[in-house]
């Protein structure tokens, strides 16, 4: 089995004197979906934003392609290749559909493919291309997460992470955006879905981790783990 | 009164040129920049130091003033501003209203309070239009420098990447983190493109004006007044507000133009405080 | 619960005696001649700056709003001065009166058309608002343009005269803001403070609220603009609506502490006492106060009262009332 594109080491993450993440440690394979789900304020998102560089740790390490990238900051992460598309999709609300991608492809690499990134971005949600002159505050919840998702495409990742991107849509347009997500992995993209919702997430997904009140609970391959496994991990019976 | 309405456009173009950096540091970066009067008053001074040491036409200091106020705008809020505006913005209003009487009383102490001016070759030269109708070539040239910045400006900020991290910064700062936006340096870029504008404000009004050490506050009103009427971060707005202060200076006459202008201002911030071209 | 009720009602007791005795000695010694002259101009600046920014404190570190255009109830009130004293020959009353009366009904106009807007826009506003006053009074025959008035009282008021109007007007500003902080409206604007929305979904009448602060502040600036400019004697347009009023007013506020009883005093004693040092080195004075205002908000961004206060958990004047439980 091939190394791991990102190794989380026993992190700990607070927020002044709150302890968010306790202890948390994961493995995601490359070129895999690997979900994580727990309930609210179980600490996913702040893992997430750990993991990112939007948020220093206290503790633990986070590995990258074998790289050490603990406390590297967001902005130079997305340049390697890690992107998070993050919770509530945080649009660039008073620009166009247009200007939010283009700033997906705002590290250099980026730049230079950005054509045939755009094309590639309509081609997965036709809907923006219709409504790319559009302010994008201006849009529903389900395009805007179209946006936040083609944005992060817009930087040629090789991971994502996807912040509880169903929080809040329709069925229908989950549906669909589990479906584009599962296209992506299969043109090679690595991806880590984070849910509160246990069933669509680990049906998606090879591998699942549990967490519970900032510790990851359980961990296996997601077809192997029992319904009522998941169910004592994620409420802590 | 054909005239007068002729200078009050051409005026126009100064004005709003005057107000398009402090109009972009409040509609886009959130700073109300009480010293943006003096910044242009000292870029003035620069310019027209640097042109009686130099003897070199007025326009030439730009290569200087332009670059020197951008680093200055860019220390400034890199070192200080930044820091107070994470204190809320009655302290970073309260500080930047510090710098502005720094500034004015500095500039009184190096350059005097005599009046200064720069002159240039068609100072006085005209364009006949009819027997008493003529366009001054100066404030035609000033004006229409105004309005090139202003485009310029409008287009850097809507088509650059830089232009765009800014705005995209200042909508929401993770976000553009995660896109890759360095945000530690993004407020001083917008900061040192403000008075970058400062700087090329400061020429277009000391050529037509004479201007003093302590006229920064005078074009602050007039700046602010510009952004208010025609709406904070709005291009095409600064130009009409810069128009209708024109206007009204000109045609209140040298006493009262003043005085119309402000009342202009007063009701229009009673009745409309979102600007003409806000929704 | 009652012994504590029974004990701070000794000690506000206590502290009104205190005070009064204090206030009837600055009296006795300004009237027996004990202080010099030159002790009695400072004094006499620090009770009139004190009630600037007393005033300044009360819309900026209370009411919510932040004006930089208190200067036209400086020089309006000095107008009103010279043109009741000089044109009509009344009293020092009747000018303290009118140039109070003059500043609320402009603090009224202003707070019809401006009090809808917040921030920098009310910020900048005021101060549009008070140029556009000197403007008009440049070119006003009636005020005798730029050159501008004298103030001629017969008898003219002796310094110790005017220093006890001085006094008296600080006290009272510190009294009507005490008392107004303390009453149901100051409570009001403590919860608009705090939040805005919140504190005007339970009732709280913010607009109401500011505009009778915005009145009071208008009112008693005039009053100590009023004695202010009997002890200059004279007014014109630049000096008396210039933005150096609200410079000085911003910076005692400022390092005394915004939003604090006692800072505004601290602060007035010292700018003026720093004001004298700086005397001697003329044309630095504002740069000075600029760089130690924007060093004091960076380092101490609540003034040296509202630090120590934070620092020591103490309040001086407290306007808190007391819980009933």
């Known amino acids: 089995m091939s190394e791991p594109i990102l190794k989380v080491e026993h992190i700990q993450a607070k927020y002044g004197d709150f302890i968010a993440v306790h202890d948390a440690s994961l493995d995601v394979p490359d070129k895999s979906i690997v979900s994580l789900i727990g309930a609210n304020g179980a600490g996913k998102s702040t893992l997430m934003d750990t993991i990112a560089g939007a948020h220093t740790p206290t503790a633990g390490k986070v590995f990258y392609k074998g790289e050490d990238i ?29 200007d939010n991608l283009r700033m997906g492809s705002y590290p250099k690499a980026a730049r230079a493919k950005r054509a045939d990134n755009f094309e590639r971005v309509y081609n997965l949600f036709p809907v923006l291309k219709e409504k790319r002159k559009d302010a994008s505050g201006s849009l529903s919840g389900g395009q805007r997460q179209m946006v936040a998702i083609g944005r992060a495409m817009m930087s040629n990742p090789d991971l994502v992470l996807f912040d509880e991107i169903s929080l809040g849509l329709a ?52 077809k192997e783990l029992t319904e009522a496994e998941i169910k004592n991990a994620y409420f802590g019976i | ?34 010293a943006h009067g003096e910044f242009i008053i000292l870029a003035a001074f620069l310019s027209s130091v640097l042109c009686t040491a130099l003897g070199c036409s007025p326009f030439l200091t730009l290569i200087i003033t332009v670059p020197v106020m951008f680093i200055v705008g860019f220390i400034l809020q890199k070192v200080l501003i930044n820091y107070v505006m994470g204190k809320g913005a009655n302290a970073a209003l309260l500080v930047t209203f510090g710098l502005s009487f720094i500034l004015k009383d500095g500039m009184l102490q190096i350059f005097s309070a005599d009046s200064r001016r720069m002159v240039v070759a068609f100072q006085s030269a005209n364009i006949r239009i009819s027997d008493s109708v003529v366009i001054p070539v100066l404030y035609l040239v000033v004006c229409l420098i105004g309005v090139a910045v202003i485009v310029i400006l409008h287009l850097f900020m809507s088509k650059t990447y830089v232009g765009q991290s800014i705005r995209a910064t200042s909508d929401d700062k993770v976000a553009a983190q995660l896109v890759g936006v360095n945000i530690k340096n993004v407020t001083a870029v917008a900061m040192g493109i403000a008075l970058a504008t400062a700087a090329v404000s400061g020429l277009t009004l000391g050529m037509p004006w004479p201007f003093y050490a302590t006229s920064g506050s005078g074009y602050l009103l007039i700046a602010f007044g510009v952004v208010v009427l025609g709406g904070m971060g709005s291009m095409i707005g600064a130009l009409v507000g810069g128009v209708i202060f024109g206007l009204a200076q000109v045609l209140g006459g040298s006493n009262w133009g003043v005085f119309i202008s402000y009342i202009i201002l007063l009701i229009f911030l009673a009745v409309r405080p979102q600007g003409l071209f806000k929704k | 619960m009652i012994k504590n009720n029974a004990r701070s009602k000794t000690s506000t007791i206590i502290t009104i005696v205190v005070l009064a005795i204090i206030v009837a000695l600055i009296y006795v010694l300004a009237f027996t001649g004990v202080f010099s002259s030159n002790l009695m101009r400072i004094l006499l600046n620090i009770c009139l700056y004190a009630s600037f920014a007393v005033m300044w404190n009360l819309m900026a570190g209370y009411a919510g709003l932040t004006s930089l255009g208190n200067q036209a109830f400086i020089g309006l009130a000095g107008y009103a001065c010279a043109v009741m004293c000089t044109t009509y020959g009344f009293g020092i009353w009747v000018a303290m009166l009118v140039g109070g009366l003059v500043c609320a009904v402009l603090a009224v106009i202003l707070a019809f058309a401006l009090m809808r807007m917040r921030g920098m826009y009310f910020a900048v506003a005021t101060w549009v608002a008070a140029e556009a006053l000197k403007t008009a009074f440049q070119n006003w025959k ?59 979904s339970i009732g709280v009448n913010i607009f109401g ?54 800072g505004p005093v601290l602060g007035a004693i010292i700018y003026t006492l720093l004001y004298e040092v700086l005397a001697q080195f003329a044309g630095f004075t504002n740069i000075v106060l600029g760089i130690v205002a924007i060093v004091v908000i960076v380092v101490l961004p609540k003034g040296i009262i509202g630090s120590l206060e934070n620092r020591f958990k103490f309040e001086i004047l407290s306007q808190r009332r007391k819980s009933l439980e």
């Open chain 1, 70 to 98: 603990t406390g590297v900051p967001a902005h130079e992460l997305i340049k390697r290749g890690l992107a998070l598309v993050p919770q509530g999709s945080r649009c660039f609300v008073r620009m166009s559909v247009e």
């Open chain 1, 171 to 222: 069925p229908t347009i989950i549906k669909d955006i589990y479906a584009t997500i599962r296209q992506l992995n299969a043109e090679g993209l690595s991806v880590v879905l984070v849910e509160q919702d246990i069933h669509r997430s680990v049906k998606t997904s090879t591998y699942t981790h549990v967490m519970l009140k900032g510790r990851v609970a359980l961990s296996g391959l997601s």
């Open chain 2, 1 to 34: 009164m054909i005239q007068q309405i002729i200078y009050g456009i051409l005026y126009g173009g100064v004005f709003a040129l005057a107000a398009i950096g402090m109009s972009m540091m409040f509609g886009i970066v959130g700073l109300t920049n009480l």
């Open chain 3, 142 to 200: 009636f005020v005798k343009e730029g050159a501008g008035m004298t103030v001629k009282i017969k008898p003219y008021p002796t310094n110790a005269e005017i220093f006890a109007l001085a006094f008296g007007c600080f006290i009272v500003c510190m009294v009507v803001v005490y008392l107004l902080l303390k009453s149901k409206t100051g409570l009001g604007l403590k919860a608009m403070r705090d939040d805005a929305d919140a504190a005007s």
């Open chain 3, 209 to 262: 609220s500011r505009l009778l602060c915005y009145v009071v502040c208008g009112f008693l600036t005039g009053v100590a603009g009023v004695i202010m400019y009997i002890s200059k004697g004279s007014i014109f347009p630049g000096g008396g609506f210039a933005i150096d009023w609200t410079i000085k007013i911003v910076f005692i506020v400022i390092i005394g502490g915004i939003g604090t009883a006692a």
